[in-house]
């Protein structure tokens, strides 16, 4: 009786939960705007299909502050119970991740993943010891709230911030950041079924997801490009391809396609570096460059001007994104390998326009203009001369004999006009 009893509530079990849901999404890079973006909208998806639960896959190194807090906020308020697992092995949830790991409702790792390191970063300023300390305080404050609201180790939570701290999975697990360790994402759901846990709003929850349906959220289109956009590496890219473009553009007016490649880059790059900690002073320097690789092929310095715009492309480029992270700041091996081609492209495509402009017109009226040639009658005020192998109706406002030299001074219709060649 007891067996069957047993097995009749198994089967009840699996039967519910083969009606359960939930919502996988995978976030695998810096946490910025899209990435908030992403989250709240999966989120929202869920809460309107009524999932069981949603499971942020993350692996970051980190991100902007502002982000974090709003994707914390969203996490905290959704009425679906929010799961965050740090996996594959390999991967962290560092800095920005760190915050977010902590603000879930079930927090979750995969072993060889590491987690922590949530001290706050502002570069490229220099700050006094109070602004420091109000920074640091802000956002251990912020990482207390969130640690006491989710039951977990608030002590060891806030040495993440104040030390910058990191954790190993197993270290996490065992000073109670996370709840759980799991190798694979079938196994967490198995481990977190029949789990009761309490949400921010003070409710109890019973997880039944074993059996769970995964429906994958996925980023649009329009999120995966701006996602990519995001990288300031690309921005610096698409900024300094765009102003070349529109350099070659103001070199040979009338080309056009240059000047449409040049205005969809530099819009695209102001849209993303709109995001991002940028600091817009750096695009006086890139002017600069521009200016200085100019004046390099006026006045022929010998290098000297193109490799102070280089310099100057190069400065500009390293403080252009003033991120918190590595990996929001422009590589300095891509602000080199963009800056010394595009430096000698903008110098030999100048150089090319000065040219033309300093030749001379060997052709047409103005070709004429300058010409030697021999009077064949004497001009007084009109006669005849013989210019560039061919006789001429010609003017003069002097006096000129038969035989003389003239030179071409005008021409006017199909009369030249010449003076005395001495």
């Known amino acids: 009786m007891r067996r069957a009893l047993a097995i009749a509530a198994l089967l009840t079990a699996a039967a519910f939960n083969a009606h359960a849901s939930v919502l996988r999404l995978n976030v695998n890079d810096m946490i910025h705007p899209i990435s ?125 911030v104040r030390e910058s701290k990191s954790f190993t999975e ?24 029949g789990r009761t846990f309490k949400r921010y709003d003070g409710t ?19 999120q995966r490009l701006m996602s990519s956009l995001m990288d300031p590496n690309i921005a610096f890219l698409l900024l300094a391809l765009g102003a070349l473009a529109l350099f070659a553009e103001f070199n040979h007016p009338g080309a056009v396609v240059p000047g449409v490649v040049g205005v969809i880059s530099i819009v695209l790059a102001l849209f993303a570096l ?19 690789f100019a004046l390099e092929a006026k006045f ?16 500009g480029a390293l403080f252009l994104v003033d991120g918190p992270i590595p990996q929001m700041r422009v590589n300095i091996v891509t602000a080199v390998a963009v800056s010394v081609p595009i430096g000698i492209i903008a110098v030999f495509l100048t150089t090319l326009v000065l040219r033309a402009r300093r030749g001379r017109v060997s052709t047409g009226s103005e070709g004429m203009i300058g010409e030697i040639g021999i009077a064949r009658t004497p001009l007084g005020p009109e006669g005849k001369v013989f210019v560039h192998g061919e006789l001429w109706n010609a003017m003069s406002s002097t006096a000129i004999a038969e035989g003389a030299r003239v030179r071409v001074a005008g021409v006017n219709g199909l009369h030249l006009v010449v003076e005395p060649a001495e």
């Open 274 to 292: 709109n995001f991002l900690p940028t600091r817009f002073a750096s695009l006086a320097l890139l002017l600069v460059a521009f200016a200085l």
């Open 300 to 315: 022929a310095s010998h290098g000297v001007l193109a490799a102070g715009g280089i310099v100057c492309m190069v400065i």
């Open 36 to 160: 908030d973006e992403f989250i709240g909208r999966a989120i929202d998806q869920a809460q309107s299909e009524h999932d069981d639960a949603v499971i942020l896959v993350l692996s970051t190194p980190g991100g902007l502050l502002d982000s974090t807090r709003s994707i914390v906020e969203k996490i905290m308020t959704s009425r679906v119970p929010v799961i965050v697992y740090v996996a594959p092995a390999g991967s962290r949830a560092a800095s920005a991740g760190f915050f977010i790991l902590e603000s879930a409702d079930i927090a979750a790792m995969a072993p060889g993943t590491n987690t922590g390191a949530a001290h706050p970063v502002l570069l490229g300023e220099t700050m006094d010891e109070t602004m420091k300390a109000k920074m640091e305080n802000d956002a251990a404050a912020f990482m207390r709230t969130i640690a006491a609201k989710r039951g977990r180790n608030v002590t060891v939570a806030e040495s993440a």
């Open 204 to 222: 109890s929850v019973t997880l039944h997801v074993a059996n769970a349906r995964v429906n994958v959220f996925e980023m649009s289109l329009r």
């Open 170 to 193: 197993q270290e996490a697990l065992s000073q109670k950041l996370i709840d759980i360790v799991a190798p694979s994402e079938q196994s967490l759901l198995r481990a977190l079924d």
